[in-house]
Every structure is written in C-alpha cells, then in structure tokens.
Antibody, heavy 124, light 112 residues
C-alpha cells in the first residue's frame, strides 16, 4: 500500500524559506512521477508542481515558478519542495501526491494516493 | 490555462437517491489518443482528497461501482447511482491534459 508522509511545514515570515519533505513507502518510488498539491484554508485544490520519475521533467504552477523547486532522491524514496520568497498567499496545506501510472514521461492524470498534508503558514 | 467549471456548488442529496455533478472545461480535453483527460476526486470532511475516476470514466481501485464518470471533449458528468451517507464531502474535477493541471472549484455534497 502506498504511504506518503509529509513534513517540514511550519510558521514562517514573508520572504522566508521552508523545505518540505515527503517520505514514500509501499511502492517502487523511483518508477513513479510525483506531485505537490496545496489547499489554502477553506479553499479548493491547487496543483503546485510535478516531477517525473527520473527527474527529467519538472513543471510548476505560474504562482510558484521561480520561487519553488521540486526535487527527489530516489535512493532515499523521498520527494522535496524547496520554497523560497514565501508570501502570505502560499499559506496552505501541502500534499505529496503519487501518480497512478509508473514509467518515464509526463502524466498528470490519476493522482491516486495523497499524504496527510503538512501545513505552511506565512505570516509576520 | 484550462479553466474548469463545476455545477452545482452545493448539492443536498437524499440517501438512496441518485446524484449528478457537472464539470465543463474551457478547452477540449480530448487527446489524440482518443482519451479525455478528466479526473474526479472526493475530499471527505477532515481527510485528504482521494481519486474516484481517471481519464473520464475509469474507476480507481476500491471505488464502489455506484460512482461513474462520463463525457468527452468539454462536458463531463460524475454520477452516483444511489447516494450513501459516506459519500458526503467536496467533489473536484481536474483536467489532466496539459500543464498546469487545473481543478474545478468543487461541489459540496451533503445529506438533506
């Protein structure tokens, strides 16, 4: 069974940085692409970033491009999101999300396993 | 970016009765491979979202067969044949055709 555990959230001042981590288990991490999706308080879902299984492809939402960096360490079964120049509007629960289909390439469909989320609060 | 519009925003339902949610995209989600890249997700109260339907009509593993997805191009529908109390929550559609994947605003399903 796919198991995803996010960590690294917390309270940070505007302009600050945080690094989110996601520990994956229950599947062959190195063969699946991964995503980060966030949800602001009381709001809907917003996709943030995608990374392919071999890190060849990375995509970002316009709202975070240039400030956030997605990465992964397949040897450690871990996904990361480095968040710099944080803004109040980045306040949200951040979910680590597994993609349904394994293999290389870019696919956004079938986000079939979600972590419990980690909360990021950007406030002075 | 592709804009996803769901209706209704809120849907009161009676257990045992059918329910339907509509999702419309600003561009066709039909790929050259013949698939329409539209997913449905449910976020139950206090929980993380879960995948219900992918690529228009494929039920995810463990999803009851009372859930079905249909549609093609720009118009899609999620149907629940007989609503159960455990089906309450917010339903989201998401286009997966191109980056950035975008979600609809959500439909809140609650028991009457």
């Amino acid at each position: 069974e796919v198991h995803l555990v996010e960590s690294g959230g917390g309270l940070v001042k505007p302009g600050g940085s945080l690094r989110l981590s996601c520990a994956a288990s229950g599947f062959t991490f190195s063969t699946y692409s991964m995503n980060w999706v966030r949800q602001a308080p009381g709001k809907g879902l917003e996709w943030v970033s995608f990374i392919s299984s071999d890190s060849s492809y990375m995509y970002y939402a316009d709202s975070v491009r240039g400030r956030f960096t997605i990465s992964r360490d397949n040897a450690k079964d871990s996904l990361y999101l480095q968040m710099n120049s944080l803004r109040a509007e980045d306040t949200a629960v951040y979910y680590c999300v597994h993609a349904l289909v394994s293999g290389a390439g870019v696919r956004f469909y079938g986000m079939d396993a979600w972590g419990q989320g980690t909360t990021v609060t950007v406030s002075s | 970016d592709i804009v996803m519009t769901q209706s209704p925003l809120s849907l009161p339902v009676t257990p045992g009765e059918p329910a339907s949610i509509s999702c419309r995209s600003s561009q066709s989600l039909l790929h050259s491979d013949g698939n329409s890249y539209l997913d449905w997700y449910l976020q139950k109260p206090g929980q993380s979202p879960q995948l219900l339907i992918y690529v228009g009509s494929h039920r995810a593993s463990g999803v009851p067969d009372r859930f079905s997805g249909s549609g093609s191009g720009t118009d899609f529908t999620l149907k629940i044949s007989r609503v159960e109390a455990e089906d309450v929550g917010v339903y989201y559609c998401m286009q997966a055709l191109q980056a950035p994947p975008t979600f609809g605003g959500g439909t809140k399903v609650e028991i009457k």
